[in-house]
């Protein structure tokens, strides 16, 4: 199999008492190149002091096993794009602040956030209102960058088209400091059509959000059809976008420089509803392989997945 090299990896965890290392080390067992890790619970601003986080042990040990780059992904509690509550707006601003200093301290050079939702007050105002977050976080000086997320479009959410991203991106005073994290998910469930015309979307998302604007993929297949504006993520390959749409992604030729996060949910036990198994490992192992198993889910199910 002489497949392209890739920079593939996955969603892990930081948690317990080795945190990062924990994260580092959940990344190495599913055979990754990289990884994606909140710095704590996703719903909450609960955080651990830095010099609880493990960072030299998980750094050392990141070298030792190849692993090249870690993605940190803010809380989706945050919501710039709030203008009906301003606490929330005003919270917001301030964990973001914070949380791009450990995202820092971690040495990653991306941060993923979701544009926000604009709860009612309208597209213009939610845009506006996440313009002027950014702008009070953002600073000349940062030495990574926040990659908005193209988002699947429920709700309010914003970030569902191409055009809310860039008019986001044109209307920040450092607009440098700003990329966009593409979910193949979130895109396909928003309305483009990754399955038939791939060419046509990367074609409409460079000319409308730019060259070179994307700084991390999401690869996820969605339960849902193209357009639902759902945003359930399935295993890779099992869903409506497929193995071979993902894989055309994937192994892109102009992006394959770019990290590839897979946000798959984890497969339940057949027996135990308890217990689930993460799809990484088998997931990492057939895109590498090129090579789609119809089982994996079902093996994994049954607990045959080790
Ligand atoms: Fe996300
Ligand atoms: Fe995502
Ligand atoms: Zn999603």
Known sequence: MNQPKIKIGSHVSMSGKDMFLNSAKEAASYGSDVFMAYTGAPQNSKRKPLEELKIEEGRAYMRAHGLSEVIIHAPYLINLANTVKEDTFRSS???????????????????????????????????????????????????????????????????????????????????EKLKVCFDTCHVHDSGYDLIHHPEEVFGAFERIVGRDMIAVFHMNDSKNICGAAKDRHENYGFGQIGFEALQRIMYHPDYLDIPKILESPWVKDGHNEKKSYAPYKQEICSIRENRFDPEMVEKLRAGNGE
């Open 93 to 175: 601003v301030e964990f973001l602040t914070s949380e791009i200093s450990r995202s820092e301290a971690l040495h990653s050079k991306v941060l993923v956030l979701h544009p926000g939702a604009h709860v009612g007050a309208g597209e213009e105002a939610g845009i506006a209102q996440v313009v002027e977050g950014l702008n009070q976080v953002l600073r000349p000086d940062l030495k990574l960058t926040v990659a908005l997320e193209t988002m699947a479009g429920k709700g309010s959410e914003l970030g569902r088209n191409f055009e809310q991203l860039a008019r986001i991106i044109g209307g920040v005073r450092y607009p």
